[in-house]
Structures are given as structure tokens and as C-alpha cells.
């Protein structure tokens, strides 16, 4: 899966609690993005990075934040756990904002 | 608003049948359009990339077409394996500089021996 891992790859958390999620790569690349993906949606943008300690807003980053103090990691935070984010994460890497993305394999968190 | 759509939302051939998946969008800007294969599970891996003055691209039994005048992208698979079983994504990016993108719901295929 081109050198990117999440952790946790599976998480069930309380209302309420915050909960960071990790996206590792070892390929260097400059962009880093996390999705979320529910039925009935296509994968949407939370937040994106276009390199360390430079991040963005996505379409859904209400509830978020994220952190990315250096190239090979990219920490998506919820401060505050809410049932309306249980939801399939997915990171992904790509070297420039129009290359290839890179997917990682998923972090499935439920919110109770 | 930017949106992605894509038809049929399921699909089920038998083994060694092709197919073909329609994408059709309204994003703008348009810089690339991607298809996605996606295993139950497992994140999305990219089939394909086209930009705008590309017609077909092909990815082994995979090929893409895209007509940017109306708007519309296919995907067709040749001699379906049960290993294409999958959901697979239209995604067309609309801001570079960001890698933006709208992300289309997807065709689930399922191939039936």
C-alpha cells in the first residue's frame, strides 16, 4: 500500500472522549490527506497537507483538526467524539497536489 | 456545485463478460479525472488518470474514456475476472494546487462465476 499505514486500523470510543487517529508514510511525499467514507457518499476531503506544519481545510472539517509537525506523519484529531463520526477514514499521500494518490488501508471508528 | 455522478450503482456479470461503468460530472474547474478500483475493505487504488485533451487510457483490461465537451468518463472491463469484483470510483479533481477533489459514490461490480 505504497509505504503508508493508519493507526488505529479499528477504534470504538464514548461520546464526548477525543480521539486522534495516525497516517505514517515512508515515501516522503509532500501532500497528505484524510477522508471519511459513509454509505450513500463518495469519500470527502476532512483536511489536507501540502507540507509540514501547512494544512487546509476540506469540505466536512467541522469537528476536526489535524497536526503535521513533520513529512511522515499527519495526526487527524477529533476533540470531541460525536456518533455523526462514525465513519471509515482513509489517509492518502500524493507527491503533488495533480499526481497519483496513494490510499492507506482504513480506520474504522465507531463512535457509541 | 461541484458533483459526480455515477451509473449503474450496482452491477452483476458473469465471469468472463466486459462491462462498462459511466461517469458523468459538473466540476469546474476541470483539471483530471481518475477511476478508482476500491476492494471491500481495503482503501481506493488508482486505475487510471486522464487529463483534458486525453480520450482513452488504458490500464491492462481496464480502459477509460473521457469526453470533456459533455462532460462524461466510462470505464469499461474486458473479460471480467472474479477478482474485479469491487466498487469502483470516479473522482475528478478541480483545484491542483490542493489535489482537490469530488469523489463520485461509486459502482459496486460483482462478478459471478
Known amino acids: 500500500d505504497a509505504g503508508i499505514t493508519q493507526s488505529p486500523r479499528h477504534k470504538v470510543t464514548e461520546t464526548g472522549t477525543p480521539v486522534t487517529l495516525r497516517c505514517h508514510q515512508t515515501e516522503n511525499h509532500r501532500y497528505m490527506y484524510w477522508y471519511r467514507q459513509d454509505p450513500g457518499h463518495g469519500l470527502r476531503l476532512i483536511h489536507y497537507s501540502y507540507g509540514v506544519k501547512d494544512t487546509d481545510k476540506g469540505e466536512v472539517s467541522d469537528g476536526y483538526s489535524v497536526s503535521r509537525s513533520k513529512t511522515e506523519d499527519f495526526l487527524l484529531t477529533l476533540e470531541s467524539a460525536t456518533s455523526s463520526q462514525t465513519s471509515v477514514y482513509f489517509c492518502?499521500?500524493?507527491?503533488?497536489?495533480?499526481?497519483?494518490?496513494?490510499f492507506g488501508q482504513g480506520t474504522r471508528l465507531t463512535v457509541v | 456545485k461541484n458533483q459526480v455522478e455515477q451509473s449503474p450503482q450496482s452491477l452483476i456479470i458473469l465471469e468472463g463478460k466486459n462491462c462498462t461503468l459511466q461517469?458523468?460530472?459538473?466540476?469546474?474547474?476541470?483539471?483530471?479525472l481518475r477511476w478508482y478500483k476500491q476492494d471491500t475493505g481495503r482503501g481506493p487504488v488508482s486505475l487510471t488518470i486522464m487529463t483534458f485533451s486525453e480520450n482513452t487510457k488504458s490500464n491492462g483490461r481496464y480502459t477509460a474514456t473521457l469526453d470533456a465537451d459533455t462532460k462524461q468518463s466510462s470505464l469499461h472491463i474486458t473479460a471480467s475476472q472474479l477478482s474485479d469484483s469491487a466498487s469502483y470510483i470516479c473522482v475528478v479533481i478541480f483545484n491542483t494546487n490542493a489535489g482537490k477533489s469530488t469523489f463520485g459514490d461509486g459502482t459496486t461490480l460483482t462478478v459471478k462465476p
Open positions: 492518502a499521500i500524493s507527491e503533488g497536489g495533480n499526481t497519483e494518490a496513494f
Open positions: 461517469c458523468n460530472y459538473t466540476v469546474s474547474p476541470f483539471s483530471n
